[in-house]
């Protein structure tokens, strides 16, 4: 099982970057796909999360309707396209798979929103 990130890097306020999460491994189909967040000295935090087929997302109130989350089961990708970005926003985003076999984790990738 895998699940690599990508996408990370420096952005500057009011900025956009879109992450992506590449799933192997696994029955990506039948998975609720999450973003998680962890900014240094902070536990992680759920940013936004979409169900196996789609359909309804939900997201933390801190990001809502500048952040949105979308899959494509069949290249097995999650995406996180980030808009207005602000510096605190700034932490290591992970992109995690649940389901009825348990839960798989990313390494991460790094955001920095600074000016």
């Known amino acids: 099982v895998q699940l690599v990130e990508s996408g990370g890097g420096l952005a500057q306020p009011g900025g956009s970057l879109r992450l992506s999460c590449a799933a192997s491994?696994?029955?990506?189909?039948?998975?609720?796909m999450r973003w998680y967040r962890q900014a240094p000295g902070k536990e992680r935090e759920l940013v936004a999360d979409?169900?196996?087929?789609?359909?309804?997302?939900n997201y933390a109130d801190s990001v809502k309707g500048r952040f949105t989350i979308s899959r494509d089961n069949a290249k097995m990708k999650v995406a996180l396209q980030m808009n207005s970005l602000k510096p605190e926003d700034t932490a290591v985003y992970y992109c995690?798979?649940?389901?009825?076999?348990?839960?798989?984790w990313g390494q991460g990738t790094q955001v920095t929103v600074s000016s």
């Open positions: 491994g696994f029955t990506f189909s039948s998975y609720t």
């Open positions: 979409i169900p196996s087929a789609g359909g309804i997302t």
């Open positions: 995690m798979a649940i389901g009825r076999a348990g839960a798989y």
